[in-house]
């Protein structure tokens, strides 16, 4: 499965790997990671906001959710209409944080979800992340 550290590694490089001054925050991130940059760069950028005890969990599985609102976050989205998700029969399981940017990934054809389910809490694996990864930049580029 694809874990946080190499979600906020690939928005970084996705975004060019800029330049990083500051270290994390996170209890849980070493200066000296392989991710350290890429996790400072995504907390500063507001991509990431880490959980409520200090900590990023760099080596936890990212959920689908998770996957999304990094995502959408990434792209900067001010959409804020979510009744697309009632017509997916686990919408109600959707964290709060999470309920826009999923809207937002299905509107844009970024998640499809399967079938009439979203599966929020379930691990993203590397495949489906390349999918979502590949949807949203044919989005932005209009390939």
Do not use: C
Request: no cysteine; charged share 20%.
């Amino acid at each position: 499965g694809l874990t946080r550290a190499m979600l906020a590694e690939i928005l970084y490089r996705m975004a060019g790997s800029p330049a990083v001054t500051e270290n994390s925050a996170f209890a849980d991130t070493r200066a000296d990671a392989w991710y350290a940059d890429a996790v400072a760069w995504a907390a500063q950028k507001g991509i990431v906001n880490g959980f409520g005890d200090g900590t990023f969990r760099p080596d936890a599985l990212v959920t689908r959710e998770q996957l999304t609102t990094m995502l959408w976050r990434y792209d900067g989205s001010t959409v804020t209409d979510t009744t697309d998700l009632d017509a997916f029969t686990d919408s109600t399981e959707l964290s709060a944080f999470a309920r826009v940017a999923m809207s937002w990934a299905v509107k844009n054809g970024i998640l499809t979800g399967f079938g009439s389910s979203l599966r929020p809490a379930d691990g993203a694996n590397r495949a489906e992340t390349a999918a979502m990864l590949h949807r949203y930049l044919q989005k932005d580029n209009n390939v």
